[in-house]
Every structure is written in structure tokens, then in C-alpha cells.
């Protein structure tokens, strides 16, 4: 599997123009689109973890291999072709001929080597070192090539690169701070300007010459964080796409506009305090999820817009494994366990947060671990406070959203976002300690040395050990609708986690 992913051969986005008429296309165009989400942080792609700023860069940068939004698969970016693999650590990059900064300089392998090395270095402050620190050295080769070697045969390699973006080293270095607010990449798109509340603006890259072109003038990203805001500005033809459709408008909305759900990565989980009695006792963990009944929950809360978890992936992803613990809803289960464990009937208080969605499953989850003796008090408030709590070891069990997934698509990396040497693990969960978090980290180890069958074994060990411990674990994976005008716009398509993507897409003439 590995070797054919790094065969060197060139790979294209989804529609690789097969799909497109140019000739249906007005390359004058301004896209017009809804984004749910307030812009909040740099768009530096050292730091950028905002759902606005991860969605722009996919328009703005590109890594030497990028995931495509919509169908995850790497693809050849500002490399020429995937990595050409020399041994079993090292890999050779040739970077696109030609490429350019929207600066009007040319893309070196110097800015290469800087971009990969200030993610690497841990003292920068950047989000993202964890994910590339299989990566030993990055060197130029020469002018337009470069050498990636990894401290061991690692199987994710493709999947991973993207993770970096290369930016311009003058540019970062001069100020950094005013290359976060309006960043310079060498994608299809630019940034002309974002202003919080209200916009983000783009405009095209003449100067792009990769396999992406941008096939619209430019884009308006309307920062519409009101669900009836978004709902009308679709319904009255004032943008051409929308992230987010509220649930309650997906049947109305469908009237005038192609309404589709994407079922994602993105989950709400059950976190526990493992470090708190009875919380260290996993059948209390255990008897909290038999308690939820989820079907209800998931009907009346989400207007069916879920899937119960069955494992830690979702059913759809392509690394599926139902897990060795599913948690079907069983009250009498759960109050065996917590008979065993000695509690009988226990007072808690449940934090979590104010995002929609969450606060109209939340009493329907109170309802049901009432139902079991776990008496709930629901403390309900913004996810920055909720987290302050957390982390000051202040809770006792967390139900939040979460969605690593913008990030990268591969098991390891959706598992170590949460339980990786960070601080989900060692200062939330309190869960680093335990000989379970040190066989699931081990696992996680041998499973990135391995390929194919025995890699997918592997994960699949892990995901049983992750449902069984319960200390921080999917209720469901939820389905993301969006909405666009498919008589205006052309090679649009939903993508399966938070944001909007135009690249490959063009408004009709």
C-alpha cells in the first residue's frame, strides 16, 4: 500500500478537470458563499486551527502533498508527483516548476525546509508538531528538489505531508504576526482581506500554475454565524452555497437549492475526570454510555442527523472497525455496573457547551442518566469557559464536539489528536498514567510501521481498547448539510468535515 502510494506517478484532485465545462464557466465571477463559523486567530498555518482559517488555507497554501477536502485522498500539490520513495526512510520531492507566492517570488526549496522546519521545532508554538514527528531531516537537494528522511519506515507518509504548508521564509520572518493576518501562500486563491464579523475576500492567483486553477474572478466568504441569516441569504439567491444548514431547514431549504448531508468524522463525546473517583472505575464510564439512549437522542436531538458510534470511526471511513465494546442502550447494564463499582445511585454535574446542536441533546442525555441513578446537573455555557474548567481539573464528565479530522484523516492521527502525549491525556483525561494508555500508545507505535492488513489489525486493537476504557469516547458521528445552487455552480461538492471548499469549482456563465 505504501509503495503504491509513493510510486512517484502524478495525482489530481477529484474531478481532475474530467467534469468541468469550461466552456459553462464565467471566469469573471465572484462566488458568493455562507460560512457559520466567526473568524477568531492567525491564518498562519503554523497555528491555524479556527474551522474559518483551516477552510481559507485549503485556498490560500499548499503543501508539497495536500488531502483534497472532499474526498481526503492525496494528491500532488506543490510537488509535481507524490514522493518518489529512494529506501525504506527516505522520499525525494520535486517541487512544481514555476510555482510562485502571491508576493510574485518564486517557491524555493529553502522556503520548503524552513516551512517543515518551524513546524518540527516545538519551541515555535505551532499545533501541529505531533503530527509530523516522524519526519528526522528535510534538506534541499538541489533548486527544486527535496529529501524528506523519517526516523523509521513510516506507512503515512502521503497522508501526512500536507499537514505542513510552505509559506514564504522572507515573508514569515520579517513579521510574522502581520503574515498570520493577511498570509502569503502559493495557492489558487489570495486574501485581500478578512474582517471578523463580516467577510473574508479573495480574489484569483493569475500566477498559479499547479492543477487547481482558481476557475471563479474571486470569493466572497459572508461570516453569517446566525443559522436564519445563512438560511435566507441561500433562499434568496444572495450566495450560491452554504455550510451548516440548520437541521430543523434542511427540507425547506431543499425547495430551492441542492441540500445534501455528509455523514463525518465529527463527533460529540463523553469525557471523564480519571483521576476522580468513581471515575477511575471504567464500568461507571462504561455504565454512563449503556445508560444513553440513543436512538432518542439522536432522532429528537439531531432530527436523525447522526449515527450512534460503534467504534471510534465512523461506519463510512475507510479504516472502519466495529469496535469489540459497542454501546447499545441497556439500563439495566448500566445499573449492573454501577452495582458493581459500588456507587448505586451517584450526583454529577455534566459540562458542556453552547454550540446548537449540542444544547438540544443535552437534556435528552440528562433524561437518560437520570433514568439510570446518575442524577445530572447540566452546566451549560461557552466552550472556552467549559475548557477552563477542564483543564483546571475543576469537572467531573465533559460532553462536547469535537472534529480533528480538518487536520488529516488517517486513524493515527484522528486518535493521537486525543489520546497522544498532550493535553487531552495528561492534564484532561488525567488518563497518561494507566498501563491502558500505555499499551494504546504502544500500539499506536508498532501500527505506523505497519501496512495493509496487519496495520488495519492493529488499529483495530486500538479502537477496542479506546471503546472499552471509555475515558474519552464518540456518542455519535453527526452528518453535516450543506446547501448551493447547482444551477450556478459547477464541480461543487459537499466536503465530509467543517468548512467549504471552491477549489475545482466555478459559477455557470
Given at each position: 500500500m505504501l509503495l503504491a502510494a509513493c510510486s512517484g506517478q502524478p495525482a489530481a484532485g477529484p474531478t481532475d478537470g474530467a467534469d468541468i465545462d469550461a466552456g459553462a464557466i464565467d471566469s469573471d465571477a465572484i462566488i458568493e458563499a455562507g460560512i457559520s463559523y466567526t473568524l477568531g486567530g492567525s491564518f498562519d498555518p503554523l497555528v491555524a486551527s479556527g474551522a474559518v482559517t483551516v477552510a481559507a488555507n485549503w485556498h490560500i497554501f499548499e503543501g508539497l502533498v495536500d488531502l483534497d477536502p472532499v474526498t481526503r485522498e492525496p494528491y500532488a500539490a506543490l510537488a509535481s508527483e507524490l514522493p518518489a520513495q529512494i529506501d525504506d526512510v527516505t522520499y525525494e520531492i520535486?517541487?512544481?516548476e514555476g510555482a510562485t507566492f502571491h508576493n510574485g517570488k518564486p517557491v524555493t526549496t529553502d522556503d520548503v525546509v524552513f516551512s517543515f522546519?518551524?513546524?518540527?521545532?516545538p519551541d515555535t508554538g505551532?499545533?501541529?508538531t505531533s503530527f509530523i514527528d516522524f519526519i528526522d531531516t528535510v534538506e534541499a537537494v538541489d533548486e527544486d528538489t527535496v529529501r524528506i528522511t523519517t526516523d523509521y519506515p513510516f506507512s503515512l507518509v502521503n497522508e501526512r505531508l500536507g499537514v505542513v504548508k510552505i509559506v514564504p521564509q522572507?515573508?514569515?520572518e520579517a513579521d510574522a504576526e502581520a503574515f498570520g493576518t493577511l498570509?502569503?501562500?502559493s495557492g489558487p486563491y489570495r486574501l485581500i482581506s478578512a474582517v471578523p464579523d463580516d467577510s473574508l475576500v479573495f480574489e484569483r492567483f493569475d500566477e498559479y500554475n499547479g492543477a487547481r486553477p482558481a476557475l471563479a474572478a474571486g470569493m466572497n466568504w459572508n461570516l453569517l454565524s446566525d443559522p436564519a441569516a445563512r438560511?435566507?441569504?441561500?433562499?434568496s439567491g444572495s450566495i450560491v452555497a452554504m455550510e451548516d444548514v440548520p437541521?430543523?431547514?434542511v427540507d425547506s431549504l431543499a425547495a430551492s437549492a441542492e441540500v445534501e448531508s455528509i455523514q463525518s468524522f465529527g463527533l460529540l463525546f463523553m469525557m471523564f475526570n480519571t483521576q476522580l473517583a468513581p471515575f477511575d472505575d471504567p464500568r461507571v464510564r462504561q455504565a454512563l454510555h449503556y445508560a444513553l439512549d440513543m436512538e432518542t437522542i439522536i432522532n429528537t436531538g439531531m432530527l436523525g442527523n447522526a449515527t450512534a458510534a460503534s467504534s471510534f470511526l465512523p461506519e463510512t471511513h475507510p479504516d472502519y472497525q466495529e469496535a469489540s465494546t459497542v454501546y447499545e442502550y441497556d439500563p439495566e447494564r448500566a445499573r449492573e455496573l454501577l452495582d458493581e463499582a459500588g456507587v448505586g445511585e451517584i450526583d454529577i454535574t455534566l459540562l458542556t457547551t453552547d454550540t446548537g446542536w449540542v444544547r438540544e441533546v443535552a437534556p435528552l442525555i440528562k433524561e437518560s442518566l437520570d433514568a439510570v441513578g446518575v442524577n445530572t446537573t447540566l452546566d451549560i455555557a461557552q466552550s472556552s469557559a467549559q475548557y477552563a474548567k477542564v483543564d483546571?481539573?475543576?469537572f467531573q464528565v465533559m460532553v462536547a464536539p469535537g472534529d480533528p479530522s480538518v487536520f488529516g484523516n488517517d486513524p493515527d492521527l484522528l486518535m493521537r489528536w486525543w489520546y497522544g502525549d498532550n493535553i487531552w491525556s495528561n492534564t484532561r483525561t488525567q488518563w497518561a498514567g494507566s498501563d491502558e494508555y500505555a499499551t494504546l500508545s504502544a500500539t499506536l507505535d508498532e501500527a505506523v510501521r505497519l501496512t495493509g492488513d496487519e496495520q488495519k489489525a492493529a488499529w483495530g486493537e486500538a479502537f477496542d481498547i479506546l471503546a472499552e476504557q471509555a475515558v474519552l469516547y464518540p456518542l455519535f458521528h453527526r452528518q453535516l448539510p450543506a446547501a448551493w445552487d447547482a444551477e450556478r455552480l459547477v464541480g461543487f461538492a459537499p466536503v465530509p468535515t467543517t468548512g467549504l471548499s471552491f477549489l475545482d469549482v466555478g459559477v455557470t456563465d
Open positions: 520535486d517541487i512544481r522546519e518551524r513546524v518540527l521545532n505551532g499545533f501541529f522572507a515573508e514569515v498570509p502569503i501562500g438560511v435566507t441569504a441561500m433562499s437541521y430543523i431547514d483546571a481539573g475543576d
